[in-house]
């Protein structure tokens, strides 16, 4: 009778004197000669396995002497305990090896581009083309294993809770997400076009209003935007919404998905999370997504810079601008290239400068000094409770870049001073964010979410007069810096949103004809609703503590938007395009 197979990586120390049967792919040879050593690597892990001439058919053993890295091979032997001083303890099957009685190839392999190993030095182009084979190194394996962990134990929790998964279509209209679509052309209706979804948005608000209460779904959306190492063209959202809900209960939901989800990984979700508002965020951090593994909040230092004759300062506020400062707790102790690269990252976030005063054992030193009025100075140190050993960081801007700016130096100084704790996982909610943003150049209001989100009801009477300060009944999740999800309240009565769309420069025609049929539905009794979309792949990346998305997704693409295994995009046959109804581009590269 042949023998089941035997996952590689779990045998163990009371596995010796089974026979057993393994199948994987040849890691790396030894041949002694007299005695051959494998490394078999399977899902579940590596083991040594040996090829002894005195004890082994020649055959196998013959058979192992030809064995390449990443030939698959099926290998029949017994476990055996290693002598105490063979064993390796960092290695899970330390303990044992298998000495080999048969070797059968059950497929070959060319000589790999790269060694299918964690440490390596291929570049990450060279692993995007042998995806298959960079997916074999154990730790992409042990990324995906934590994703579908993950997944699994969010769906758990959602299920526990009551919601159903209910898959919305790919192909479809344009949803208003702020990217643009990717557009499919329909072959059947000549010059009509689907959209793919930036995000299930309009379904899920349907499906509130045809009666299932509690959605989610693991969403594919697809945004055509620019590129940044966190973005990817197509991404995995963990898209929900409710019935009835208040933000508390959206918000319990998304406490307990995100602490299951994270559990898988080791890492726990203090809850309740802390709570700020969008200003408070961005008065105390300059930012709407706050790392609060560290405190650090900024100090206004408008009052005491006003009338101070310091020309970046008079600028700043002559021009409407604030004067804002970060107190480093040991931050004097920052070296003149340290300071010299705060200032340049407060340049990259569009700020004219940065001004640094240190506080060392009672002197005071600045190069803002010799323009500083003693009596300003001291007020600076002292609204910003400078002590001695501390660095006071300044930004004086007539515009948006001093909280652009001095968030970006909170987490470069926290990280500097060594107040990052790199093992804490600080989570907390944004809420009260602005229903609208103003854009200068368009000269229109836009929504800063999606058009769809609820206004706080005691703001509404602003819409009209002041669109700038109504609050939206909006939230973000972030950790430690990074935005999680997002979500709202939305508008379920027809008429309010009507009124949002003409805000919005929406025409009453154009509204019907992008949305009509959430109109229409919004006129068939919609039940008061809310949800958020979570984004999967950060959640992963966050968890399996990896450096971009690309680490935790199986077929990625570049930065430019491209598959290097498949080559995607690509040219297609003209006659594919004809049946579609279009013309080939112009291609100065094809002829
Ligand atoms: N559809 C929104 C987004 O993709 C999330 C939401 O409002 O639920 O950002």
Redo the contacts with the bound molecule.
């Keep these: 009778m042949s023998l089941s197979r035997q996952p590689a990586g779990e045998l163990r120390g009371p596995d010796a004197g089974r026979r057993i049967r393994i199948c994987g792919w040849v890691g790396r040879r030894r041949d002694l000669g007299e005695l051959i050593f494998l490394t078999v690597r399977d899902r579940s892990g590596i083991v040594q396995v040996l090829f002894d001439r005195a004890r082994c058919p020649r055959e196998a053993v013959d058979a192992a002497a030809e064995a390449r890295a990443e030939d698959v091979v099926e290998i029949e032997g017994e476990v055996v305990a290693r002598a105490e001083a063979q064993r390796h303890r960092d290695q899970p099957t330390g303990d044992v090896e298998v000495v080999a009685s048969r070797l059968t190839f059950l497929s070959r392999s060319d000589t790999p581009p790269f060694l299918v190993e964690d440490r390596t030095n291929a570049t990450e182009e060279l692993r995007l083309q042998y995806r298959y084979l960079d997916l074999r190194r154990p730790a992409m394996q042990k990324n995906l294993v934590l994703r579908d962990e993950i997944a699994f134990r969010i769906r758990r929790t959602l299920h526990e809770r009551g919601f159903l998964e209910i898959e919305t279509p790919m192909l479809t209209r344009s949803?208003p997400?702020g990217a643009r679509d990717f557009l499919v052309p329909s072959r059947v209706h000549r010059g009509q076009w689907y959209a793919l979804p930036?995000?299930?948005?309009l379904f899920?608000q349907i499906l509130m209003i045809s009666g299932f209460e509690k959605y989610y779904q693991l969403a594919r959306?697809f945004r055509d935007e620019d590129l940044r190492a966190d973005r990817q063209f197509e991404f995995t959202?963990i898209?929900?919404?409710m019935s009835f809900p208040t933000e508390e209960d959206v918000f319990e939901v998304v406490e307990a998905l995100l602490e299951a989800g994270f559990s898988a990984a080791g890492i726990e979700a203090t809850r309740p999370f802390p709570r700020l508002t969008f200003a408070e965020a961005m008065d105390r951090y300059g930012t709407d997504r706050p790392d609060l593994r560290f405190d650090l909040p900024l100090v206004n230092l408008t009052a005491e810079a006003a009338g101070s004759g310091f020309a970046p300062f008079e600028r700043a506020l002559s021009g409407g601008g604030a004067v804002r400062a970060l107190r480093v707790p040991g931050g004097a102790a920052f070296s003149r290239k340290t300071l010299d690269e705060l200032g340049a990252l407060a340049k990259e976030h569009g700020a004219g400068g940065l001004v640094w005063i240190k506080r060392v054992s009672g002197d005071v030193t600045s190069p803002a000094k010799k323009g500083l009025p003693e009596g300003v100075l001291a007020s600076l140190l002292e609204k910003g409770r400078v002590a001695d050993g501390d660095l006071l960081l300044v930004v004086a801007d007539a515009g948006k870049a001093v909280f652009a700016a001095l968030a970006a130096l909170r987490g470069a100084a926290a990280r500097e001073a060594g107040l990052v704790d790199d093992s804490r996982y600080a989570f907390c909610w944004v809420t009260e964010f602005p229903l609208l943003g103003f854009d200068e150049a368009a000269g229109q209001w836009f929504p800063m979410?999606?058009p769809?989100?609820a206004p706080r009801e005691e703001d509404l009477p602003l819409i009209e007069s002041e669109p700038g300060r109504v609050r939206a009944r909006?939230y973000d999740v972030v950790v430690n810096g990074w935005e999680l999800?997002?979500?709202?309240i939305?508008i379920h009565r027809a008429d309010l949103q009507e009124r949002v769309f003409r805000r919005l420069g929406i025409s009453e025609e154009e509204g019907r004809e992008r949305f009509g049929f959430l109109l229409d539905a919004l006129r068939f009794g919609a039940p008061p609703h809310?949800?958020?979309?979570l984004g999967l792949d950060r959640i992963c990346a966050i968890a399996a503590g990896a450096t971009s998305l690309r680490e935790v997704i199986a077929f990625p693409k570049t930065t430019s938007g491209t598959c290097l295994m498949t080559r995607a995009p690509a040219h297609v046959p003209r006659a594919q395009l004809e049946e579609l109804g279009i013309s080939p581009p112009a291609d100065p590269t094809r002829r």
């Design positions: 949803t997400e930036q995000s299930p948005q899920k959306c959202q898209d929900l919404e979410n999606h769809f989100t909006a999800g997002s979500g709202s939305r809310g949800g958020i979309a």
